[in-house]
DNA sequence: TGTACATCAGTGAACGCGCGTTCACTGATGTAC
DNA sequence: TGTACATCAGTGAACGCGCGTTCACTGATGTAC
């Protein structure tokens, strides 16, 4: 931690070439984010060092700290929503994808928990709206399948957007409560918030199912869930 | 938040009241956490400040800075606690009481976001064991009402514990996205925080019950659930 | 009741540090002739 | 193919800042006689 981990000096990138170091800077503050363990301890001058490379050059590629820790964010949303597209790859069953999909959130939250948390917790006072979230790969996969399940007859149909809102706060919470307070007795991670994500989906459908309680809709939604029996 | 705010030169306090200065300090780290937004913006400097008081003097109460972060954090969970207690006060129906307790967890936590947020994103590395969080008035008074309703036949009887854990991760998984990311369209935050909280609820019911669907079991569920129809 | 004295809550000044950012620069890379 | 030159990615040194923390101190508070 105190000794900056200084790489052999770079060559000079040619000249069309500024997106290569770029990239290495996003991916260097990543690493930097993960072994420094908290966002206030990622400077400028530690991510310059670890790419091999003076402070000043990164200022060459971002506007100012702010800019960068943004890119940084943007690089890992993009890694969670491949990380949860190929966790649900060749799985047929649309509710077997989407509980796939949560656990590959929480697996890759936990993973790289500094940038989940720098991420999530970052209140961006300004440029970041709705937009730059809801249109993440992430969403709109989640979003996908929640669509799927709602054409095979597992969720009610409609606007998927508040389910999608309510499944992710709860992977969200399991997931920032196993990286935040890892010495609480929670068993086995992966359980647990295996637990939690089906709990939200499975309660949001019969909270619904509650208002006009027909036990043979209940039976049949059942069926259309475990098919097995 | 650039002039700070030089309270009146304090009167020094008599022989054995050190205590007094310790809540004002306490209580003056959570108002600049509140105003200034941020806990890397709050400074041993800023406290003093605002206390009125200089800075080595905070040093007479807390050894260093962290242990100060602590003391608000622990202050912040006995609020959370009351918070509960009085917002559940002459509910006889504990499921009922469970969902107003859910819900005074998260309109504290939105009214003290970055306490909040400090309280639950910090990994304290130690000294803050699973007893501690354990302890608290909210978690025992959360346990309690599970173990009522588990009495009431509501929940299935056994262990509170792993239950009231889940129930914290969907409290805490929405009220740190509503706090973190208010521009999403959540609609009516005690709404979707209601929403959410009762998925959690009933899905864990309903999953147990998944194991051995007799239509009838359900029934007699809801009918305890819903005792009006 | 009056005086000398011990206590210790709070002070004032200063320390060393790492930070984000700036500036004029250097010299390898690519191009024009 | 060879030379002069423009470009601009990265440099080296420095700036001003606010931070946590320390130290010897001051002087009001409470006590002993």
Redesign the interface.
């Known amino acids: 931690v105190s000794a900056e981990p200084i790489a052999a000096r770079r060559r000079r990138s040619p000249r069309g070439s500024g997106d290569l170091l770029r990239g290495e800077i996003i991916a260097a503050a990543r690493e930097c984010l993960t072994r420094l363990?908290s966002a206030?301890a990622v400077s400028i001058r530690a991510v310059a060092a670890h790419v091999g490379v003076t402070p000043p050059s990164i200022y060459r590629h971002f506007a100012d700290k702010d800019e960068l820790l943004d890119a940084v964010v943007a690089d890992m949303f993009a890694d969670i929503g491949e990380a949860m597209r190929r966790a649900s790859e060749g799985i047929a069953n649309p509710l077997e994808r989407l509980r796939q999909q949560g656990l590959a959130c929480v697996r890759f939250a936990r993973a790289n928990a500094e940038c989940y948390?720098l991420a999530?917790?970052?209140?961006r006072t300004e440029a970041?709206?709705?937009d730059e979230?809801?249109g993440t790969e992430a969403f709109m996969t989640i979003s996908g399948t929640v669509v799927e399940c709602m054409d095979a007859g597992i969720f009610q149909k409609g606007d998927p957007?508040?389910l999608v809102?309510?499944l992710?706060?709860?992977?969200?919470?399991?997931a920032?409560?196993l990286?935040?307070?890892?010495?609480?007795?929670?068993?086995d991670p992966e359980l647990?918030a295996d637990?939690?994500l089906?709990?939200?989906?499975?309660?949001?459908v019969?909270?619904d199912l509650?208002g006009d309680?027909d036990?043979e809709k209940?039976?049949a939604w059942?069926a259309r869930?475990?098919p097995a029996?």
């Open positions: 363990g206030d948390r999530t917790m970052n209140v970041s709206h709705a979230v809801l957007l508040p809102l309510e992710w706060a709860a992977a969200h919470g399991i920032s409560l990286i935040a307070k890892p010495y609480l007795p929670w068993g647990v637990h939690v089906r709990a939200a989906a499975i309660g949001h019969v909270a509650i309680p036990p209940f039976a059942l869930v475990h029996g």
